[in-house]
Each structure stands twice: as structure tokens, then as C-alpha cells.
């Protein structure tokens, strides 16, 4: 049996793409979504979790699609991706004065880890106007803190 295409590790051959042509016709009002879905079931195509893997699916029918074996329906919608969109930090007003004197006076000093807090947009706010990159969003796990002098906030740090 000859392979056509390899997606993600996953051969296809002719008998393959004339189940993936039988599927569509037979769900003709039915979304790339859906058909992904159905797909997955009917070959029982999951992930190590026991997911559907119903997104390298639909990569695997849009590879197909542009190698001209199958023809996919229309896409329905073009979902927005919040990520890209992101508002950037709104300003905010903090004293720009230094803060000057012995250390002993402005002691204790309060460091405090702020993700997830009533405090994260402080800090984001404060990397965005303060540092010369500004403030992108991290990806995958980070912590963030503020270093406070009293009720002052005096540093950050965004690990």
C-alpha cells in the first residue's frame, strides 16, 4: 500500500483519502471541525491522554486539500485570537521621585509576589512605560513581584 502524504508521523494512503472523501460527502453541511472530529472517532486517533487529536486532524485534511486529493467545505468562521489582539497595559501613576536616605528609613522593605493579584496590572503597567522593550505577555508559567517601601511600591521583577 503506497503512502501519499506523512502528517505528524501519520501515513495516508489511497484507501485513506477515499474514506476522508467518503466522510465529506456524506456530511456535506458539516464544518472542519466536525468532519475532524468524525474522522478521529472513525479511526480512534487520540492523544496519549485519550483526547481526540482533532487539530493535527484538520492540519492532516488541509494538507490533503492543497496536495488536491480532497476538496474541504468553506471555512464557516475565522475565529479571532485574543493573543494577538492584546491590549497593551493601561499607565499608570506612580511618585517618579527617588527615594532618598539611609536604607534604615525606608525599611522593612516588603517583597511580594503579585500574579494573579489585584497587583499584576501594576506591575505590567509599570514594565510597559519603564522598560525599553515594554511589556509583552510571557508565555507559560512566570512569576511577578513587587518591592514595596511602607505603601510605596519601589522595584518589580517579572520572572
Same mark, same amino acid.
Given at each position: 500500500?503506497?503512502?501519499?502524504?506523512?502528517?505528524?508521523?501519520?501515513?495516508?494512503?489511497?484507501?485513506?483519502?477515499?474514506?476522508?472523501?467518503?466522510?465529506?460527502?456524506?456530511?456535506?453541511?458539516?464544518?472542519?471541525?466536525?468532519?475532524?472530529?468524525?474522522?478521529?472517532?472513525?479511526?480512534?486517533? !487520540? &492523544?496519549?491522554?485519550?483526547?481526540?487529536?482533532?487539530?493535527? %486532524?484538520? $492540519? +492532516?485534511?488541509?494538507?490533503?486539500?492543497?496536495? #488536491? /486529493?480532497?476538496?474541504?467545505?468553506?471555512?464557516?468562521?475565522?475565529?479571532?485570537?485574543?493573543?494577538?489582539?492584546?491590549?497593551?497595559?493601561?499607565?499608570?501613576?506612580?511618585?517618579?521621585?527617588?527615594?532618598?536616605?539611609?536604607?534604615?528609613?525606608?525599611?522593612?522593605?516588603?517583597? !511580594? &509576589?503579585?500574579?494573579?493579584?489585584?497587583?499584576?496590572?501594576? %506591575?505590567? $503597567? +509599570?514594565?510597559?512605560?519603564?522598560?525599553?522593550? #515594554? /511589556?509583552?505577555?510571557?508565555?507559560?508559567?512566570?512569576?511577578?513581584?513587587?518591592?514595596?517601601?511602607?505603601?510605596?511600591?519601589?522595584?518589580?521583577?517579572?520572572?
Amino acid at each position: 500500500m503506497e503512502t501519499l502524504l506523512t502528517h505528524r508521523g501519520k501515513r495516508i494512503t489511497q484507501e485513506d483519502v477515499v474514506f476522508i472523501r467518503r466522510l465529506i460527502a456524506q456530511n456535506p453541511g458539516d464544518s472542519r471541525w466536525t468532519l475532524s472530529h468524525k474522522l478521529c472517532q472513525a479511526w480512534n486517533w !487520540r &492523544q496519549a491522554n485519550g483526547a481526540l487529536r482533532d487539530i493535527v %486532524c484538520r $492540519g +492532516l485534511m488541509l494538507a490533503l486539500q492543497r496536495a #488536491g /486529493y480532497i476538496e474541504l467545505p468553506v471555512k464557516k468562521r475565522n475565529p479571532l485570537n485574543p493573543l494577538v489582539q492584546r491590549e497593551k497595559p493601561a499607565t499608570v501613576v506612580i511618585d517618579p521621585d527617588p527615594i532618598e536616605g539611609p536604607l534604615s528609613s525606608i525599611l522593612p522593605l516588603e517583597i !511580594r &509576589q503579585v500574579r494573579r493579584t489585584s497587583f499584576e496590572k501594576l %506591575c505590567n $503597567g +509599570l514594565i510597559e512605560q519603564y522598560h525599553y522593550l #515594554g /511589556y509583552c505577555q510571557p508565555v507559560g508559567e512566570h512569576l511577578k513581584y513587587l518591592v514595596f517601601a511602607g505603601q510605596r511600591t519601589c522595584g518589580l521583577y517579572d520572572l
